[in-house]
């Protein structure tokens, strides 16, 4: 039996409003279906269609008349619960340097692989969901994606953009090979200049529980903190079924801090903050 799940997350957010919208496909077994979630700062709602609605090409993903890419996003959604309407262009994308997964992307069998696809990149357009209005005029966007078989059992993940800048830090528990270990992938943006950190590279956790998290990888130094959650129900993959119950703070008050050789580039506090954190005590 097949068992997998391929999907992007594409967040869209300006000083007041945020929208995160999950395109994604899955199948477990000889079922194959696929969503759209939308995630707003006050809402959550998962919109399944059927398996022939889904088509993707290199730059988009397509379902039913909804369309995601590196130009944008266009968004046609009727239920009796959700109606959503809109366009959000996308500015030029900023990608990685190379792979988030570094060798990783490599090795056969994983669980789940993870991609970021741009850091940043502008965003301008309007949605309108269920009567109220999204406006993104100068507004950030950020988009990544995930594909394999399931969720990490246990995992951390934030991001944020912020003036001159932006990041991504993503912790979890990684099954390979019938053990365990726990794998780190992040980037920082700061003023032009791309740091990687990763297990890969030898960043190792210093701490990590009660949505607190700090990172060490030689010289560098990334802690990232929860501070106010705003979690809304999302769902996950577990062998394909979109069965599991995630919670993720679209926006949220987090905050970080990044040093280089014991002196921080960066320290602030946003209520601009994407969390989740699941299940580390």
Not at 111 to 131: A, D, L, P, Q, T
Not at 169 to 195: C, N
Not at 258 to 268: I, Q, Y
Request: net charge positive; aromatic share 12%.
């Amino acid at each position: 039996m097949f068992h997998s799940f391929y999907g992007w997350y594409l967040k869209c957010q300006s000083d007041t409003q945020t929208l995160a919208v999950i395109p994604a496909v899955h199948s477990a077994g000889n079922k194959r279906t696929c969503s759209i979630q939308v995630i707003t700062d006050h809402d959550a709602w998962t919109v399944p269609f059927a398996a022939d609605s889904y088509r993707r090409t290199r730059e988009n993903i397509f379902i039913g008349k909804n369309r995601f890419g590196k130009k944008g996003i266009y968004l046609s959604i009727h239920t009796q619960q959700l109606t959503v309407r809109g366009r959000l262009d996308f500015g030029p994308l900023l990608p990685l340097k190379y792979d988030i997964m570094g060798p990783f992307a490599l090795v056969p069998f994983m669980e789940c692989r993870h991609s970021v696809r741009s850091m940043r990149h502008s965003v301008k357009g309007n949605v309108c969901i269920n009567g109220q209005k999204y406006s993104f005029q100068n507004a950030w966007g950020y988009w990544e994606g995930d594909r394999g078989r399931s969720f990490p059992k246990t995992y951390l993940w934030t991001q944020c953009c912020f003036p001159g800048g932006a990041l991504m830090l993503s912790v979890a528990d990684i099954p390979m090979a019938g053990i365990h270990f726990t794998g780190i992938i992040g980037a920082v943006l700061w003023r032009g200049k791309e740091y990687r950190i990763a297990t890969y590279l030898g960043a190792g956790i210093a701490g990590i529980q009660n949505g607190t998290v700090r990172v060490i990888q030689g010289s560098l130094e990334l802690d990232a903190r929860l501070l106010e959650a705003s979690e809304r129900p999302l769902k996950a993959p577990v062998r394909g079924n979109m069965v599991r119950t995630i919670h993720e703070s679209a926006s949220c008050r987090a905050s970080y801090r990044f040093c280089k050789e014991g002196r921080p580039l960066f320290a602030f506090e946003t209520d601009r903050a994407s969390f989740e954190f699941e299940y580390f005590s």
